[in-house]
Each structure stands twice: as structure tokens, then as C-alpha cells.
């Protein structure tokens, strides 16, 4: 149950606001977001997804750069709401086709219908895009997709790549093409989360994919579709591991993952045969599979680094990074921070000359080197060198005061798992 739910942009401006129980003083967003931009708790630097203040639970959720916040007074399952707040993200954009702050704001009529229909005296209803269509008549105001910035899992079809209808996915389930025509469409994208820990010398000490296999329908008349796998797939690397047991049909080869669930509309009748799942897609966007691998892959980059001293209170750093995937994929804002000495008082870089798109910046209140660059083109190396100026001497060795390194990035048509997926049946044209 909850009391309260509202949306914020990224400068804290109220986009939606629904009180449900007037349990909660009417200033809580403003309360939330003050909370969340000057966080000083706990030494951490960012806001934790649920916290309290004078007697009130905030739970929030960043959806592409917007705040979806709910709050309460009574004790509820934490997971339970931002799950909620997820599906409530979700079920917006699938009615708008596009989630960001000027389409929320265009047609808050809509939104504000959706949510008197998702919430009810602060009880969830339904979450399903499907469902909703019966209770909500308002139309979607199209905002055009062209002069917006990609920021959600959808816009992989829209960056570094012409291969992908750009801006089909990006429309309302609800809306027809022009002059009434259905839209007989459906994509299908696989998006990882990779987590690979290096050791100072480049070796990769951990390693861990979790991936999900995102579908979106536009298909009338609820036909039922086949969704074929790697047949080589398999599923619990160990006897007893598997929440199915599968076996794999190749040696070392194969696709192993380490466990994996299913959407409710899939059947696995014939998974154990031939790795197809069978399935009537509901309106909108759904995860048909979630999935975890440890299985040892080549991670898309490799990062070497080394610090050294370069005199009583100076040291210098060398990061280097190299794309292990083809030439013909690029990678899209990356971001990799480095944590400092805590003595480190100042910071000068060399970025290289000629590379397009590079930054650099020393973040003195948390001792972090920031190295950002725009794209990166498979196959190739950068490297970032630093010159750092210390306060007071390093006692001990100076690498063990530094890092560890952290990468965030984003690589279009690619997946390190080697996972696969072909639709192969569909009752559409």
C-alpha cells in the first residue's frame, strides 16, 4: 500500500503528482528531492533506493534521467513498490511509445488515467499494458522521436547502427499507422548487464552476465509465436543446479547458463527438445526471459593500469583500454572512474591528440579520476595518462592506495553470452 507517487525530472520539477491516501504532507517531493541531491548519509555519495524521513518511507526508481518516487507511512515490502514503480515506468511508456519529460508532460491526461487505474486508494490493480486497454480511451499525443537522445534500453536500435528500425519501437502500443492500419510488427533484443573484476596486471578474476530478452509487440489478434534458442543451450552448470534439467548438446562450446525464468505467457513444452519457447505475446514491452551466466567469456575490454611515483609527492597514472569486439561494432559512452589516494589534491591530464569526444576531470570531493569518451571503435586501444600532486607522503605501496576501476558502457548489437534468438513462427504478415 502506498500513499503517494509522483514523478520528478532531473532538476526536481513536479511532472505527475497523485495523492492517494492524504497520509503524507503535500510538500514530500520537495522533502525527497533535497534528500536525494545533497545525500550525505552513511558515507555514501548516492541516495539508497528506499530510505526514511521523520516518519515517512521513500521508495524511488531512475528511469532515463526521471525520478519515479512513491511514498508511505506503513511498513511494505521495499521490492514490492520499486518493482512497482518499474512496471508503472513501463506501462507509461508503452501507452506513449516514448518515456521522457516532454512526453509525460504532453499527455498527462493519459498518464494521470493510467495511474487511477494501476492504484486504487493506494492498492495495486494491475500493472499489465493488455488489461489497461479496456479502462483507458484517451489517445497518445506523438512526440517526435527524431530530436530526442536515446536513453533506454529501446534506443540499442537507434545508436551506431542503421541496421534497426530507428524510431518503430519507439511508438505507442495503442496508436494505429496512418489511415487506421494496424501495425504488424514485433522486435525482439537481448540486453546484458556484464560485471568482470581485473586484477592489477589484467588477469580477470571474476566474471558474471545478467541478461534478459526484451520483446515488444505491435501484433493484433494475439497470435501464438516460437522463439528459438541456441540449440546448444543448457541450462545449471552442475547436477542439482538447474531449475530444469537440461543437458547440453555440445562440449565446451556450448552456452551455459546458471539459472534463468520465464515470463508467464511462455511455455517450455518443446524447450527440452529443440530450445524453442512458445508463447501469445501481450500488448506492449516484457521481459520474456531473465537469465545469469559465470561462465568464463571474453569481456568486450580489457584494462590495464599502473601508477607509479614520480617523486616525493607526485605519482603517475597510465590507464589503458582495449575494445576486444569487431571493428565493425562501436561502443557508446563510456565512462571509467578510478578511485585516488585520499592525498591526492590535484590532477592534470594527457588526453591523446586527435581522438574526438574525450574528457577528463579529477572529482576532488570523492578522489576519483573521470575518463569519458564519446565512442569506441572495436578493435581499438586509448590510453589516459595522469600526473597527480599529493598533500602529504604515501606510507606503503602506493597501488594498493588506488583504485579499484570501474567501466559503464553501452555496445549496440552485441552480447557477450552468445546467446541467440530467431523468431520462427508467427501468425502475422
Keep these: 500500500m502506498i500513499s503517494q507517487f509522483f514523478v520528478l525530472s532531473q532538476r526536481g520539477d513536479n511532472i505527475v503528482f497523485r495523492d492517494y491516501r492524504g497520509e503524507v504532507p503535500k510538500g514530500s517531493a520537495e522533502i525527497f528531492f533535497r534528500k536525494v541531491k545533497f545525500w550525505k548519509e552513511d558515507g555514501q555519495e548516492e541516495a539508497p533506493p528506499v530510505f526514511n524521513v ?27 513498490v520499486l518493482e512497482l514503480l518499474q512496471r508503472i515506468a513501463r506501462v507509461i511508456k508503452d501507452y506513449l511509445g516514448i518515456l521522457n519529460e516532454d512526453s509525460l508532460r504532453k499527455n498527462f491526461v493519459l498518464v494521470y488515467e493510467l495511474l487511477d487505474e494501476v492504484i486504487d ?8 499494458t493488455e488489461v489497461l486497454k479496456s479502462y483507458v480511451f484517451n489517445e497518445p499525443i506523438v512526440v517526435d ?30 496508436a ?28 580477470i578474476l571474476t566474471s558474471e552476465i545478467d541478461g534478459t530478452i526484451q520483446m515488444k509487440s505491435y501484433l493484433s489478434g494475439n497470435p501464438e509465436i516460437r522463439l528459438a534458442l541456441n540449440e546448444d543451450l543448457g541450462i545449471g552448470r552442475g547436477s542439482g543446479r538447474s531449475v530444469y534439467d537440461y543437458r547440453s ?41 531473465n537469465y545469469r551466466m559465470t561462465q568464463e567469456f571474453k569481456p568486450p575490454f580489457r584494462i590495464n593500469t599502473l601508477i607509479e611515483e614520480a617523486g616525493a609527492l607526485k605519482a603517475e597514472v597510465i590507464l589503458k583500454i582495449s575494445a576486444e569486439f569487431p571493428s565493425s561494432i562501436t561502443a557508446n559512452t563510456i565512462n571509467i572512474q578510478m578511485s585516488l589516494p585520499k592525498y591526492t589534491t590535484r590532477a592534470t591530464f594527457e588526453l591523446e591528440p586527435g581522438v574526438f569526444g574525450q574528457t577528463a576531470d579529477f ?67
Excluded at 66 to 80: D, E, I, K, M, Q
Excluded at 121 to 128: C, E, K, R
Excluded at 176 to 203: A, H, L, Q, W
Design 363 to 429: 572529482k576532488e570531493a570523492n578522489k576519483k579520476l573521470e575518463w569519458g569518451l564519446k565512442k569506441i571503435v572495436g578493435g581499438s586501444e586509448h590510453t589516459l595518462r595522469a600526473k597527480l600532486t599529493f598533500s602529504q607522503e604515501l606510507h606503503g605501496n602506493i597501488t594498493k592506495e588506488a583504485g579499484p576501476v570501474s567501466m559503464t558502457f553501452t555496445i549496440p548489437m552485441y552480447n557477450a553470452s552468445r546467446l541467440q534468438e530467431l523468431i520462427l513462427h508467427g501468425a502475422y504478415n
Design 176 to 203: 494505429n499507422e496512418p489511415g487506421g492500419r494496424k501495425r504488424e510488427e514485433i522486435f525482439v533484443d537481448i540486453i546484458e548487464k556484464i560485471s568482470v573484476t581485473f586484477s592489477s596486471s589484467g588477469y
Design 121 to 128: 486508494f493506494g492498492y495495486v490493480q494491475t500493472t499489465s
Design 54 to 80: 521523520d516518519g515517512v518511507n521513500y521508495f524511488h526508481v531512475k528511469v532515463v534521467g526521471l525520478l519515479f518516487v512513491a511514498t508511505t507511512r506503513v511498513n511494505v515490502s521495499p521490492s514490492l
Design 249 to 289: 548438446s555440445s562440449g565446451s562450446g556450448a552456452v551455459i547458463l546458471d539459472d534463468c525464468n520465464f515470463h508467464e505467457s511462455v511455455r517450455l513444452d518443446n524447450f527440452d527438445l529443440d530450445r524453442t519457447l512458445t508463447l501469445v505475446p501481450p500488448d506492449g514491452e516484457f521481459p520474456v526471459m
Design 145 to 174: 522521436v527524431g530530436r530526442l537522445q536515446p536513453m533506454n534500453p529501446a534506443a540499442i536500435f537507434m545508436q551506431g547502427t542503421k541496421r534497426m528500425p530507428g524510431t518503430a519501437v519507439t511508438k505507442s502500443v495503442v
